[in-house]
């Protein structure tokens, strides 16, 4: 491996996080991680002090262009639009420190998050993926996105907001996540409709992406009843062409958190990841089903994602 390909190899988990921050894709991710190692392997080196602020600013400038021009067919998308799931590598912890670092990344990944960075200017997610959750100064991020300190400080100031108004505020500890997605799956599968309405929170809203290639929920799924009845029914009817005895189902760790995925014999069919307060009971469902946005999950690779 030469120094140049090292070099790289040695930052590309950080700008594959970068870029699947802004983009809430793993193929646009990937994609624009290789467009950053071409730009990166033709530069001129000499001139440059700080190889990982270099190549992080390649990569935001990259990511910021696919976003921006990826802009309207997410706005004409058929359905809710949701992020492209991908399996995450369990963090392993030594110490409370190194545990709260990995409970603060793994929600900066989670779908909740990223459902509410779509709703951000392209700029603004741009910056507060930079600044909330890597922890670049305001003139790294200036220089990286090509704009001045102040414009970036205003940016920062308005994603800030916007996040903290609409993320989630209060959530159950990792350990009672699992159980009750365990709980949950168990009584989706078993068509145990009593138990999946103790489990869900009375006003729960099941978002569903079908991308109008197979057939979703248009709009949200509101309530306990509604939608302990759609999932009590996986367990007795054909769903996307899968019959309940071919269907097999299992936990997976999908963004940072618990998460189930529904597979077929040759193909993943769907992924659901579940939001809970904080005494466990699921307030959002959201069900990824888009084949388009399963690969990452299909090809069953964890993504170690990273913070700075």
């Known amino acids: 491996?030469?120094?140049?390909?090292?070099?790289?190899?040695?930052?590309?988990?950080?700008?594959?996080?970068?870029?699947?921050?802004?983009?809430?894709?793993?193929?646009?991710?990937?994609?624009?991680?290789?467009d950053a190692w071409i730009t990166w392997s033709s530069a001129d080196r000499s001139h440059v002090a700080d190889p990982k602020a270099y190549l992080t600013r390649i990569v935001s400038n990259l990511a910021l262009q696919r976003l921006r021009s990826t802009r309207?067919?997410?706005?004409?998308?058929?359905g809710p639009w949701l992020p492209e799931p991908i399996l995450t590598a369990t963090a392993t912890t030594t110490d409370s420190a190194d545990a709260a670092d990995a409970v603060t990344d793994a929600e900066s990944v989670s779908v909740a998050m990223l459902v509410v960075l779509e709703t951000l200017s392209p700029l603004e997610r741009a910056v507060f993926v930079l600044k909330d959750v890597f922890a670049f100064s305001h003139a790294e991020i200036a220089q990286?996105?090509?704009?001045?300190?102040?414009?970036?400080?205003?940016?920062?100031?308005r994603a800030r907001a916007h996040v903290q108004a609409r993320r989630p505020r209060f959530t159950a500890d990792r350990s009672?996540?699992?159980?009750?997605?365990?709980?949950?799956?168990?009584?989706?599968?078993?068509?145990?409709?009593?138990?999946?309405?103790e489990l869900l929170s009375?006003?729960?809203?099941?978002?569903?992406d079908g991308g109008g290639k197979v057939r979703q929920a248009l709009?949200?799924?509101?309530g306990a009843q509604t939608v302990a009845s759609w999932f009590a029914a996986i367990s007795t009817v054909t769903y996307q062409g899968v019959s309940p005895t071919d269907m097999r189902a299992e936990l997976a760790e999908i963004n940072g958190g618990p998460g189930i995925v529904f597979s077929a014999p040759?193909?993943?069919?769907?992924?659901?990841?579940?939001d809970h307060d904080t005494t466990g009971r699921i307030t959002t469902i959201h069900n990824i089903a888009n084949p388009d946005k399963l690969h990452a999950v299909k090809n069953r690779a964890p993504h170690d994602i990273a913070t700075r």
């Open 1 to 34: 491996m030469s120094e140049n390909q090292q070099v790289f190899h040695e930052h590309r988990r950080l700008l594959f996080s970068v870029a699947y921050r802004i983009l809430g894709s793993a193929a646009d991710a990937e994609d624009v991680v290789q």
């Open 266 to 274: 040759d193909r993943v069919v769907a992924i659901l990841t579940l």
């Open 72 to 78: 309207h067919q997410r706005e004409t998308y058929i």
């Open 144 to 157: 990286a996105v090509e704009r001045s300190e102040a414009a970036v400080r205003q940016a920062a100031h």
């Open 176 to 197: 009672r996540q699992r159980q009750v997605t365990e709980q949950f799956l168990a009584a989706a599968t078993g068509g145990d409709i009593n138990t999946l309405m």
């Open 202 to 208: 009375p006003d729960v809203t099941l978002w569903t």
């Open 219 to 222: 709009k949200p799924v509101v």
